[in-house]
């Protein structure tokens, strides 16, 4: 099978309850963003905003589908955000409870 151009073309790519989820997915995007552009990104339908940042990208699998949200540049993520960065360990878990020390300073 070649790589879809279009996101009909990916849609088509899906049979019986894979297509319907991609499908369910679909159709409220298209309808809700009206300005932005859908495109194959990373081999997946994509919402692209007329900027060119990419909102949003969907994936179908054979039993469950991804949304992926991108974060909007300028936008501040906050920790209560549902699109933040990713926390981080404090350095002490990282390092297994010791202290790591920079050699380099004095």
Known sequence: MSKPRTVD???EGFGGQARELVEQLHAPARETVLEA???IKWG???WVHPSGTILFVISGHAKHANV???RVPGRPSTPNSPISEPARAPSSSRTGG????NSSAA
């Open 9 to 11: 073309e990916y849609i």
């Open 37 to 39: 552009n859908e495109a």
């Open 44 to 46: 997946h339908p994509a």
């Open 68 to 70: 992926a949200f991108t």
């Open 98 to 101: 010791r202290c790591r020390r």
